[in-house]
């Protein structure tokens, strides 16, 4: 468990020096005199400065201490109770009296027997009252307007046809340099060093590893486990249930009608709340000077606009009057409209002035039956009890033995029953401990060296 902070990286020693001797020291053998180059690096050094420092800081120059006044503790009264009675009576006790109030009695419409032996050959209401008529269909009421197109032929031109002067283009000449590869005069020479240097060598065979054939062990298998060793099934008895049976809470007196909520939370009278009144608003007395210093002290110059420049337009200028007429004016004509009036269908279905009968083919035709549950097949989860005690002996509980912890010495800055010899060159301390061993030829005790790493 112990951890050694310093780290080491070889078998501890009693003290001795390392030895310095490694292969890089033997092979390779120290030059002439040639010493290292000189770092031009400037030392970082601490410069002390020379004067004499004042213990004098802003914050001592500048704060005051001032004498701290504790605060007046104010003494809390005691309370004192009012004498005399309380008197608990209430308006509502007063003016609401108990009335006794008699439960509400179904009202149930009476058993009617309907018989089937009849044919039933009327007719219901609905076809009666709802009958069909013929309704002819409205021809649609909207105006059509064919589209005719002009029969004279367009023949004015446009301002990107009059402005519009095609001309040649002239390409600009490249000087980029011809991508082309230019060829060598000598001949190709093919030899590599691959080819001068590499030598052929026969390959050796390839080793085939052989197949071990699968040996069968004779001995059969022992399939028993502790498990099935120990563990025999014997019924335990069944955990008794410590929940409370459910026994519902019935009485056979007669309800009042008076609720707890009715009987003890009675309504008060609000006050509602007051209404503050606004100040009313009172200007200051004397006449305001609404001149500023900025008003006062500005001094307002003329500026003359910034004019616009604008590049000179190089298009052509005509005298020419502008023909501001289009296919679009000409063609398509504003046409007088007016809104059409809201087209409303006339009821054709008179409504019903009789007495609506609120009697249905389910209420007169519908016989209630009584529904007979299914019986349930679920046999019942009985378990059979034993008499015979639970083992609950494990190999654990009965193999098992309790041992002791023991901390390990090195966690002591000076380990009882040790005596200190020494350091060594990685920090690890040294003690001696003293158990008396007996031996058979001389009674005096062996002491016995034991090193505790710390």
Same mark, same amino acid.
């Given at each position: 468990?112990?951890?050694?902070?310093?780290?080491?990286? #070889?078998?501890?020693?009693?003290?001795?020096?390392?030895?310095?001797?490694?292969?890089?020291?033997?092979?390779?053998?120290?030059?002439?005199?040639?010493?290292?180059? #000189?770092?031009?690096?400037?030392?970082?050094?601490?410069?002390?400065?020379?004067?004499?420092?004042?213990?004098? /800081?802003?914050?001592?120059?500048?704060?005051?201490?001032?004498?701290?006044?504790?605060?007046?503790?104010?003494?809390?009264?005691?309370?004192?109770?009012?004498?005399?009675?309380?008197?608990?009576?209430?308006?509502?006790?007063?003016?609401?009296?108990?009335?006794?109030?008699?439960?509400?009695?179904?009202?149930?419409?009476?058993?009617?027997?309907?018989?089937?032996?009849?044919?039933?050959?009327?007719?219901?209401?609905?076809?009666?009252?709802? #009958?069909?008529?013929?309704?002819?269909?409205?021809?649609?009421?909207?105006?059509?307007?064919?589209?005719?197109?002009?029969?004279?032929?367009?023949?004015?031109?446009?301002?990107?046809?009059?402005?519009?002067?095609?001309?040649?283009?002239?390409?600009?000449?490249?000087?980029?340099?011809?991508?082309?590869?230019?060829?060598?005069?000598?001949?190709?020479?093919?030899?590599?060093?691959?080819?001068?240097?590499?030598?052929?060598?026969?390959?050796?065979?390839?080793?085939?590893?052989?197949?071990?054939?699968?040996?069968?062990?004779?001995?059969?298998?022992?399939?028993? /486990?502790?498990?099935?060793?120990?563990?025999?099934?014997?019924?335990?008895?069944?955990?008794?249930?410590?929940?409370?049976?459910?026994?519902?809470?019935?009485?056979?007196?007669?309800?009042?009608?008076?609720?707890?909520?009715?009987?003890?939370?009675?309504?008060?009278?609000?006050?509602?709340?007051?209404?503050?009144?606004?100040?009313?608003?009172?200007?200051?007395?004397?006449?305001?000077?609404?001149?500023?210093?900025?008003?006062?002290?500005?001094?307002?110059?003329?500026?003359?606009?910034?004019?616009?420049?604008?590049?000179?337009?190089?298009?052509?200028?005509?005298?020419?009057?502008?023909?501001?007429?289009?296919?679009?004016?000409?063609?398509?004509?504003?046409?007088?409209?007016?809104?059409?009036?809201?087209?409303?269908?006339?009821?054709?279905?008179?409504?019903?002035?009789?007495?609506?009968?609120?009697?249905?083919?389910?209420?007169?035709?519908?016989?209630?039956?009584?529904?007979?549950?299914?019986?349930?097949?679920?046999?019942?989860?009985?378990?059979?009890?034993?008499?015979?005690?639970?083992?609950?002996?494990?190999?654990?509980?009965?193999?098992?033995?309790?041992?002791?912890?023991?901390?390990?010495?090195?966690?002591?800055?000076?380990?009882?029953?040790?005596?200190?010899?020494? /350091?060594?060159?990685?920090?690890?301390?040294?003690?001696?401990?003293?158990?008396?061993?007996?031996?058979?030829?001389?009674?005096?005790?062996?002491?016995?060296?034991?090193?505790?790493?710390?």
């Amino acid at each position: 468990r112990h951890r050694c902070p310093h780290k080491p990286t #070889r078998i501890y020693d009693n003290g001795q020096q390392p030895c310095l001797t490694t292969e890089y020291v033997e092979k390779y053998p120290k030059y002439s005199n040639i010493s290292p180059p #000189r770092s031009l690096k400037p030392k970082q050094e601490y410069q002390v400065h020379r004067g004499k420092m004042e213990g004098i /800081t802003t914050f001592k120059s500048d704060y005051l201490p001032y004498d701290i006044v504790k605060r007046p503790f104010r003494v809390q009264e005691e309370h004192k109770p009012k004498t005399g009675e309380i008197e608990l009576g209430t308006t509502y006790q007063k003016d609401y009296n108990a009335h006794k109030i008699q439960p509400v009695t179904l009202v149930r419409p009476l058993e009617r027997k309907h018989t089937t032996g009849g044919k039933l050959d009327t007719i219901p209401t609905y076809q009666d009252d709802y #009958r069909s008529w013929e309704v002819q269909r409205r021809e649609p009421s909207k105006v059509e307007n064919i589209y005719h197109p002009p029969t004279e032929k367009f023949g004015n031109s446009t301002t990107f046809q009059d402005d519009f002067v095609p001309r040649e283009l002239n390409p600009r000449q490249s000087f980029k340099p011809p991508c082309v590869a230019k060829l060598s005069d000598v001949p190709f020479d093919n030899t590599t060093s691959h080819r001068t240097c590499y030598i052929a060598h026969q390959l050796e065979p390839k080793f085939v590893r052989a197949k071990e054939e699968y040996k069968r062990s004779n001995q059969p298998f022992e399939d028993l /486990t502790t498990h099935r060793n120990d563990f025999k099934g014997l019924p335990g008895e069944l955990t008794k249930s410590c929940k409370p049976e459910k026994a519902k809470v019935r009485s056979n007196a007669h309800f009042n009608g008076v609720t707890e909520f009715q009987d003890r939370f009675q309504p008060w009278l609000v006050s509602l709340p007051e209404v503050r009144k606004t100040k009313e608003y009172v200007p200051p007395p004397g006449n305001i000077d609404f001149n500023s210093t900025s008003h006062l002290d500005y001094v307002k110059h003329e500026i003359s606009p910034a004019v616009p420049i604008r590049p000179v337009s190089n298009g052509r200028r005509t005298n020419a009057p502008f023909q501001g007429n289009t296919t679009t004016k000409e063609d398509f004509k504003a046409w007088g409209s007016c809104r059409q009036e809201i087209t409303k269908k006339q009821q054709e279905i008179p409504k019903p002035a009789g007495k609506f009968y609120d009697l249905t083919t389910f209420k007169s035709h519908f016989i209630p039956h009584q529904i007979i549950p299914a019986q349930s097949f679920k046999p019942v989860p009985a378990i059979a009890p034993n008499s015979a005690p639970f083992q609950d002996e494990t190999m654990y509980r009965t193999e098992y033995t309790p041992k002791k912890q023991e901390t390990c010495p090195a966690n002591y800055p000076s380990p009882p029953g040790y005596v200190y010899v020494n /350091t060594d060159s990685h920090g690890h301390k040294f003690f001696r401990q003293l158990t008396p061993e007996f031996s058979k030829s001389n009674s005096n005790p062996i002491p016995k060296e034991v090193a505790v790493l710390s």
